[in-house]
């Protein structure tokens, strides 16, 4: 146990000092995100009505799950290289820890998220967002996005073993995420979809998490913060364990 | 070598390995040994079985079959600890191009279970051993190829692993790297390592391995030393190049008798197998002198390992630009 903490701390450092050397990826957590946002809200945000609420305050919460949710694609990208450039060999044949690989990466995913969940929360302050939560509350939140973006980045380095290539995982990841993301209350309310995409939203996990994270920052009604938790473990109780698996098999090219 | 008489274990021990994916019977029953200090060659062409073989001894991969021993460790039973005591250099230069040479090291220092400070005094004198100090503290990806084998074969030796496993260590470099490479392994086994080494260079296994196994889709169809292997293909070549072309015939027929085989021709040169080594180039020149025959050159010829592979698997070992001169 000692010796996966430690290994998984390595790995993290080695997944995380690369970040100031490498700018477009650091671009990709800054100032995509960003981008993300003041497009919603000012293309989108006049024609979208989210009755009870600005568009500003409806959209925050839904953008930055979605976007931690997307957090994990560095993993799944920098896995399938590893694969491919023989690392992943190299590490196998370490006397490391065997889930260490994969759970250092998703713990730098959750330091990276952490970083692109603050800049875009100060975006949303700057263009109108407001709080109606305690600081509890506030915490909360940011623990529930950090435990949702965890979970997804072992579906990610799942996928990141599976594929032949990362531009496969690059499509294969979206084609999975995107409709998720989208069909969900994320970005406009579910009653305003057809039946049959309403009934798909209301039980995505995305739509849970983010009604989960209405009620903690905006004090709306009807989401449940413990279903949110409880999807988070359930997603990395299914898929850490088949990622780990697939790890021990993994056979570079 | 071992001295003899001790009953030393082989660094190497493999019996009846067979490894398959789906029907493609990768490794249908390998056996070979190595002893501590030596270098063993497999040698083999592309999807002979190589790289598994390497997958297997290094704890990559399961075997289906057989017994894998290596420092003394069994593959399966041992795996944990035998993975402090191997170094793999595969045939991608496994490094980290976003990390220093530097950070590339000092990580799988720290994931041999070393502190910090300790993995990164290793990774210094590495960097400075493989003439990669001035590079240390650049990214890999500002590497040459060389420079990166270099620091791949670096991290394999963070540990001091006493055995050594090289997967085609030399493809893609080019000729000065390839010299340097074979020095640095020279140096590693006369510290005591035992390397095992994958290649489709025929030369770099004749100039390092001090046995040969040549395995041919998943078998292994020889095995000896350079010099066994040369032998079994037959003797020594007498080459005799002609000072005038027109006479081949004439010498054809004068140089007929000193071999089983019918001497070939090419231009102004005429070939032949000789087996009896003693005297046969006297008794040569002897013949081609009696004939009227005037000779601008003549010399027996060892067997290349070329010649050994192209008798014993019936094609030319892949990837080599000398295919023509073993016909």
Redesign the interface.
């Known amino acids: 146990m000692r010796?996966l903490v430690?290994?998984t701390m390595?790995i993290a450092?080695?997944n995380l000092?690369?970040l100031p050397?490498?700018p477009d990826l650091l671009l990709a957590f800054t100032v995509q995100p960003v981008m993300f946002v003041l497009l919603f809200v000012y293309v989108f945000g006049g024609a979208i009505v989210t009755p009870g609420y600005a568009y500003e305050d409806f959209l925050i919460p839904g953008i930055i799950v979605q976007n931690i949710a997307f957090g994990g694609f560095v993993t799944a990208l920098g896995l399938n290289e590893d694969l491919?450039?023989?690392?992943i060999?190299?590490?196998?044949?370490?006397?490391?820890a065997r889930p260490?690989v994969l759970a250092g990466r998703t713990l730098a995913d959750t330091v990276t998220n952490s970083l692109s969940v603050a800049i875009l929360l100060a975006t949303g302050l700057i263009i109108g967002f407001s709080f109606d939560a305690s600081f509890v509350e506030i915490v909360g939140g940011l623990g529930v996005l950090l435990a949702f973006g965890y979970a997804f980045s072992w579906v990610f380095a799942l996928l990141g073993l599976l594929v032949s290539s990362p531009e496969a995982a690059n499509s294969l990841g979206f084609i999975a995420v995107f409709p998720l993301t989208f069909i969900s209350s994320a970005f406009v309310p579910v009653d305003s979809m057809p039946a049959a995409l309403q009934w798909f939203a209301e039980v995505n996990p995305f739509t849970i998490v983010v009604d989960a994270m209405r009620t903690l920052w905006l004090d709306a009604p009807g989401g449940s913060v413990w279903g949110a938790v409880a999807w988070s473990l359930a997603i990395i109780a299914v898929f850490a364990p088949l990622a780990v698996s697939r790890y021990r098999k993994a056979?570079?090219h | 070598m071992p001295a003899r008489g001790y009953t030393t274990e082989p660094a190497i021990s493999v019996t009846g390995l067979k490894k398959h994916f789906g029907d493609v019977r990768a490794l249908d029953g390998v056996d070979l040994e190595a002893a501590p200090g030596t270098v063993i060659g497999l040698l083999g062409p592309n999807g002979a079985g190589k790289t598994t073989a390497v997958r297997v001894m290094t704890t990559l991969l399961a075997p289906d079959a057989g017994t894998v021993r290596v420092a003394g460790l069994d593959v399966i039973r041992d795996a944990a600890v035998l993975r402090t005591r191997i170094g793999l250099a595969g045939q991608y230069a496994a490094v980290d191009e976003n990390l220093t040479g530097v950070e590339n090291l000092v990580m799988v220092g720290r994931l041999y279970g070393e502190g910090r400070a300790r993995a990164k005094r290793r990774a210094r004198e590495l960097l400075e051993r493989f003439e990669l100090g001035d590079a240390g503290d650049r990214p890999a990806r500002g590497y040459s190829g060389g420079m990166r084998r270099r620091l791949d074969l670096a991290a394999a030796l963070v540990a001091r692993p006493p055995v050594l496993f090289l997967d085609e260590p030399t493809t893609g470099l080019d000729p000065r790297s390839r010299l340097g490479m074979w020095t640095t392994i020279e140096d590693l086994v006369a510290d005591g390592t035992t390397v095992l080494l994958t290649t489709q260079y025929l030369d770099e296994a004749d100039r390092l391995a001090d046995t040969i196994v040549v395995i041919d889709s998943g078998r292994v169809i020889a095995d000896g030393t350079p010099d066994e292997l040369k032998d079994r293909v037959g003797g020594e070549r007498l080459v005799v190049a002609l000072a005038d072309a027109r006479r081949a015939a004439a010498a054809i027929e004068a140089l007929a008798p000193l071999s089983d085989e019918p001497p070939a021709s090419d231009g102004d040169t005429v070939s032949l197998t000789v087996r009896g080594r003693s005297g046969t180039i006297v008794e040569a020149v002897r013949r081609l002198d009696g004939a009227g025959i005037g000779v601008a050159d003549l010399g027996l010829r060892r067997p290349t390992l070329d010649d050994v592979f192209l008798s014993l698997t019936g094609h030319a070992a892949e990837a080599t630009d000398d295919e023509e001169e073993s016909r």
């Open positions: 010796r430690a290994d390595v450092e080695r000092v690369r050397r490498a491919h450039k023989g690392l060999d190299r590490f196998r044949s370490l006397p490391m260490a056979a570079s």
